[in-house]
């Protein structure tokens, strides 16, 4: 299956690919996107409507922070399975494998780093599960 | 008039195939029914290094994720989880099938050619006297047979404190290489091996159904990573590697055995049906051995002798626990590997059985996003979190025994298996327990638990206790050879004679049981 380079679906499986691999998804990672959605969410038709979804698509800048509250939550949200999904893609990609695989030199500053995306990801989350709440969630 | 044969065998697995053997070998006219399925041809996975193939390979979604993304769940850890897209083709016939039914219980079974042993984790260990403690047997019983099989199969492991531990049954090969990572805690073991022996903890390389060394036209491991989706110069055993070595034996695959009848002459009539169409078939034998696992032996014996009697059922428990060794931060694991497991624990605290059974796998070839999913942070840092980990992150699978409670069983509605499995609150309490215990001394080891992921009830895929193995004479169990009471010519040979599960996967005893009683029923013809 393929969909138009503009269809909504596209567009979301472009910013969730931004978002997620820092750079341009491959429009094969964006194609296999459009098809996973038809195939796991009943999406062949378009997207549906979920309000964080929506609220993403709407306002980038807050993905991820909605990222954030709903891996903390554990919930069952669409925006954590469409998230998930494009991962999923990406991984199964030669265009991304690179953001998946181990480097192949020693790097020093594993701790530093580590430490950094955690205190990221807790900020995130914790900013986020904010949102969530000032919106009723 | 159909022909008559000597022995019909239900079911391709492991243990329908060692009694096949057993029989052929012992000169019997020996037919095998099965569902047969097979592969479909459209998963090939080529035959390259994993990694080089994740690097250039365009239609690595298909196995890495499924055509119709099958592979993609969000849910907890489910049954299967580990069955990747190549691998599904095993489990795919059997929720129509043989559906099962039950709210507490995810069930997996196999109508695959090779049952659930063409999906086999390969890990062989034999039970010892305490493991086998609520049976009617002993490992002494199995030794014949024990070396028999791993003499075929070709099981590599190490010569050390876990093969002193299991007990070798010769005919041992040299293990294979554990990765990097493995390496070190092994190191770490040996320094440290009296404390945690006297603790109760054994470790060492894995007992593995793989090839170390070329042989009788399998070669040995290529060490390309592609465990979790393709058999490579068939150096993993697998059941139909046996099969095929034993051009006297008859085969009818398409079909599933639903019932046996006893007639008057001593001859077993038994039932049919093709798992494509409305086809019924009927064949006769003198002897009709119960191969089509636990559940599916059940559902046999149940139809055929009491379908109003409900059936206990045993599955060992299992939970996961990714473990961090701070050490090998930053390190970089290259180089020739292989996904089976890199080595085995044996939580045996002192004067018991084994309590816990735990075995370790690199998490590398098997996907970040999935282990992302388990993440609580978000995913863009999760995956930059768990690749600087990937190399220091180990996962334990952690198996422990079952007994059934009085509630945990199976019965027949309407002709359709259903399985009550409710949880067991004190010998929850008693596994939870014995984990502490064992992750402390994991912890000594240098690897850190991060969490534990529970698998739901049923996800182990290690079934057993049906139709256990006793020496009282109570209808719907099996007699010390295997027969099943309340019949004079069949027998059963699979997991469903064990009354209970010790903390150790029960393949090779299979194996070796079913040739025990394979040998057994060929010279009583």
Known sequence: ?137 | MSALFDAIVVGSGPSGAWAADALVRGGAKTLLLDAGHVAPPSVDVPEEDFEALRRRDPDQRRYLLGDAFECVSFDNVRTGGQVTAPRRWVGALAPEATPIRSSTFRAMEGLAWGGLGAAWAAVAVPFDDHDLASAPLRRADLAEDLRAVCDRIGVSAGQDALTEALGDPGGLMPPLPSSPGTDAMLERYRRKQASLLGRGLVVGRPWLAALSEDRDGRRKHPLLDLDFYADVGRSVWRPPILLEALPELATERGLLVERFIQEADGVLRVEARATEGRRRRVFRTRRLILAAGALGSARIALRSLDPDASLPLACNRLRYAPCLDLRQLGRVHRGPRHSLSQALMLYRPPGQGAAVFAQVHAYRSLLLWKLVRESFLAARESRKLLLELNPAMTVLSMYQGHRPSDGQRLRLVDDVLHVDFPADPGADARAVANEDAFLALVRRLGWLPLRRVQAEAGASIHYAGTLAMSVDDRPLTTAPDGRLRGTSGVYVVDGSVLPELPAKPLTLTCMANARRVGRGVASGL
Not at chain 1, 46 to 66: E, F, M, S
Not at chain 1, 82 to 108: N, R, W, Y
């Open chain 1, 1 to 137: 299956m393929s969909s138009p380079a503009d269809s909504p679906l596209a567009r979301q499986a472009r910013l969730l690919g931004r978002y997620l691999l820092l750079e341009e998804p491959a429009d094969s990672v964006v194609d296999a996107y459009v098809e996973g959605c038809a195939a796991l969410f009943d999406e062949a038709e378009g997207p549906r409507t979920d309000p964080l979804v929506d609220l993403a698509t709407r306002r980038p800048a807050l993905l991820p922070l909605l990222d954030g509250a709903v891996a903390w939550r554990g919930a069952d949200e669409l925006l954590r399975r469409k998230i998930l999904l494009m991962l999923a893609v990406a991984e199964a990609s030669p265009a991304h494998t690179a953001a998946f695989l181990d480097g192949t030199q020693p790097e020093p500053g594993t701790l530093r780093r580590v430490a950094i995306e955690l205190l990221a990801g807790g900020l995130k989350a914790g900013l986020g599960l904010t949102l969530l709440r000032a919106m009723g969630r």
